[in-house]
């Protein structure tokens, strides 16, 4: 059976359609959504709309979590150097984000697990147990292995730090599928994983990038020329203090 990961699309549709029409290409037998589904894009309603209405299983992210976990975002960026980036997120992102999306849509992303395991494959957003923290790229196979292997999948696939890779330790493997919005590799294109037994491959897809800094800034999303650098160079930019 091959499955394919689409994990942090943050609220880009039109990446997200640029992965669904590759999506038509390579045919998987199953897509499953990686969590993350908002925050960072000019249309969460949309992303949310338009994969519920493709029937993708899936997980929840992060993002997803921080629309009922205000006490977590507090704790998650509480050092001095995220002083910026926490005043957004509590002051507009989740502000924005509720009004956009509505109750309905937020009580579908609660209802979300943190794991979702089928036929030998498990995805989660970051850990199993919390969306929030995961392995970094560099992650030596001892953490890979403590944190991944009780799933007791052969393949793990998740997402979170937007960079991807494929690793092998012994019996498991462990893929991050990347992201299709705001990759940090380097590599500006949306990125997702397709598993198929033993082989896994990370798919790169272009997309019109200029067309959704468009977007946000006609939103005048307060964060469009953060994000626009970001989407431009495919990495993380520290957000201006």
Known sequence: ?????????HANLTALEAVIADLANTAPDLVVNGGDLLSGGSRPAEVIDRIRGLGWPGV?????????????????????????LKKMVLGHVIPWTLEAIGDERRSWLQSLPLVWSHHGVAVTH?????????????????????????????TVVYGHIHH??????????????????????????????????????????????????????????????????????????????
Request: a negative charge.
């Open 126 to 154: 970051a850990a199993p147990d919390d969306a929030w923290r995961s392995p970094g790229v560099k992650a030596s196979d001892e953490e890979l292995d403590q944190v991944y292997a009780p799933l007791k999948a052969s």
């Open 1 to 9: 059976m091959r499955i394919a990961v689409v994990s942090d699309v």
């Open 60 to 84: 929840r992210g992060n993002t997803d979590e921080m629309l009922w976990r205000r006490d977590q975002v507090e704790a998650t960026l509480a050092a001095p150097h995220f002083a910026s």
């Open 164 to 241: 991807p890779f494929v690793r092998t330790i012994g019996p498991l493997t462990v893929v991050n599928s990347g992201s299709v919005s705001l990759s940090y590799d380097g590599d500006p294109r949306a990125s997702y994983a397709i598993v198929e037994r033993d082989r896994v491959e990370i798919r790169r897809v272009e997309y019109d990038i200029e067309e959704e800094i468009a977007r946000l800034r006609a939103a005048r999303d307060p964060q469009a020329e953060w994000i626009a650098q970001m989407l431009r160079a495919g990495s993380f930019v520290p957000l201006p203090a």
